[in-house]
């Protein structure tokens, strides 16, 4: 387990900044008690545990409706999706490289949310 990074916080409170009032406190609620549990992809998705929260059985997450689009250090165009479990509990992040390999160090300052 980890903390999460400046890059994780920005991306999960810029998705908060676009929810409705009560999903937004949730989600800013689930993000102060957070750590990482799985970054197996070294960036690419990462998987939250909070901290007094068990976690059901997941029969699927399913992505807040807001779709985040940065650029990665050599320009590639990335995408960014936050998911959320069954409960509407922060879940999963995951960063798409659109073209070859992972992502190599995304530009935080590029980060743009629709």
């Not at 916080?9 to 990482?36: C, H, K, N, Y």
């Not at 992809?41 to 997941?58: H, L, N």
């Not at 029969?59 to 936050?82: F, M, N, W």
């Not at 659109?98 to 980060?111: K, T």
Request: proline letters at 5%.
């Amino acid at each position: 387990m980890r903390d999460i990074t400046g890059l994780e916080r920005l991306l999960i409170e810029g998705v908060a900044s676009r929810l409705a009032p009560l999903e937004a406190s949730g989600l800013t609620a689930d993000l102060e008690r957070a750590v990482v549990a799985d970054d197996a992809v070294q960036g690419a998705r990462v998987v939250f545990a909070i901290a007094g929260y068990e976690r059901p059985s997941c029969k699927g997450p399913h992505s807040y409706p807001v779709e985040i689009r940065l650029s990665d250090a050599d320009g590639a165009e990335l995408t960014a999706v936050l998911y959320a479990d069954e409960n509407n509990r922060l879940y999963e992040l995951e960063i798409i490289r659109w073209g070859e390999g992972l992502p190599l160090a995304p530009d935080a300052s590029s980060a743009r949310f629709y």
